[in-house]
């Protein structure tokens, strides 16, 4: 059953729920291509060489029909779940429910907020996403220059180390390792990409992520905000995830 959550003394659930069996590799419609409503001319690897694509959602995106826009391509879908300690998407349990009814594998993600403690974030994701995700959780960190009540900005150090925090309470919670989703500015500002042990989802609308983050060894790459995705209504971020189909079957079974 997806989404489902597992007890330690439950390995017979855990076999019957494995992502190889929920999500076998043929179901992926490999290689497609989205336009866009800004479309980008890429002059190094362009998003189409990648076979297994996917979008992130929030509120934003009133209603998605979800089989259409799996049949479509999408393979994996981020669902925005929390941002603080107090704000929850309201369309973070409709659109877990549709990506699970059509067999899309998701994950959820927080937006971190720069003047709440990072243990007050985790617990609040926590307190609102439940166990049984097919993906990692992720945690969006990101300078919000418009923010009306949080002006913060600060050090690179303190941004680790609340990270750190942040990371380690999903992870012992939930069992797997939250990957790391951030923009270029962030990126190069605080030096988070030095975080170990963390996989990251990396921003890059306007060039290969191998020339905007020199060195950084991404798992996914967010390569545009204005894709448009049949099933969804306006437009909507695409990524890809860096390796092939079966890659990607591996790492949903792995995390």
């Known amino acids: 059953m997806i989404g489902c959550s597992r007890r330690p003394n439950e390995p017979m ?16 419609t490999t290689y497609p291509v989205f336009d866009d ?52 998407d309201p369309k973070f349990e409709l659109h877990r429910q549709g990506a699970e009814k059509a067999g899309v594998p998701w994950g959820a993600y927080h937006y971190f907020y720069f003047c709440r403690t990072a243990a007050e974030q985790a617990r609040w994701f926590i307190q609102n996403v439940p166990k049984g995700a097919d993906l990692p959780h992720v945690l969006d960190m990101e300078w919000n220059p418009r923010s009306r009540t949080c002006k913060k900005r600060p050090s690179s150090r303190e941004v680790m180390d609340e990270a ?6 999903l992870e012992a919670h939930y069992g797997r390792r939250p990957v790391l989703y951030t923009t270029v500015d962030f990126y190069h500002d605080t030096g988070i990409g030095r975080l170990s042990g963390t996989e990251l989802w990396l921003r890059s609308v306007a060039d290969h992520p191998t020339r905007v983050y020199p060195g950084a060894y991404w798992t996914f790459w967010q390569y545009t905000g204005t894709g448009l995705v049949p099933g969804i209504e306006g437009k909507v971020d695409i990524n890809v995830f860096r390796g092939a189909s079966e890659a990607f079957a591996r790492w949903i079974m792995n995390n």
Do not use: C
Not at 57 to 66: D, G, H, K, L
Not at 164 to 169: A, G, M, V
């Open 13 to 28: 659930q855990q076999a019957m729920t494995a992502p190889e069996q929920v999500y076998p590799i043929d179901r992926f």
């Open 37 to 88: 409503a800004d479309p980008h001319d890429w002059d190094q690897r362009r998003p189409t060489s990648y076979p297994i694509h996917g979008i992130d959602v929030s509120r934003w995106q009133t209603e998605i029909n979800w089989l259409e826009a799996r049949d479509a391509g999408v393979s994996f879908v981020f669902i925005k779940a929390t941002e603080g300690g107090d704000v929850a």
């Open 164 to 169: 750190r925090i942040f990371l380690s309470i």
